[in-house]
């Protein structure tokens, strides 16, 4: 079992910053990746940044050059440093961990945290 809480949401005007944070517990070594995912109501949950266990990073195309994700393993936590923010980045924001393998993958969710930008 993997527990994820976030922080760091809340209301920023276009052009501003806010950084999300995601403390992972429980079976941190299970953890292959992690990675920060958003909604919006009546859309599906889209990825915006993935950190592998390797430390490779993916970004969605939206968020490129605008965002970041990092991590501290020391204190099994990984951030998503968000600039540039615009109007579309509102959502909510799910931190995300991914445990098992490639036949047999597993989820864990955050309980999300909400980032609206206004214009």
């Known amino acids: 079992q993997v527990q994820l809480v976030e922080s760091g949401g809340g209301l920023v005007q276009a052009g501003g910053s806010l950084r999300l944070s995601c403390a992972a517990s429980?079976?941190?070594?299970?953890?292959?990746?992690m990675g920060w995912y958003r909604q919006v109501p009546g859309k599906q949950r889209e990825l915006v940044a993935v950190?592998?266990?390797?430390?490779?990073?993916t970004y969605a195309d939206s968020v490129k050059g605008r965002f970041t994700i990092s991590r501290d393993n020391a204190e099994n936590t990984v951030y998503l440093q968000m600039n540039s923010l615009k109007p579309e980045d509102t959502a909510v924001y799910y931190c995300?961990?991914?445990?098992?393998?490639?036949?047999?993958?597993?989820?864990?969710w955050g309980q999300g945290t909400q980032v609206t930008v206004s214009s």
């Open positions: 950190i592998r266990r390797g430390g490779t990073t």
């Open positions: 429980g079976s941190i070594l299970s953890i292959n990746a």
């Open positions: 995300n961990a991914k445990v098992g393998t490639s036949y047999l993958p597993y989820d864990y």
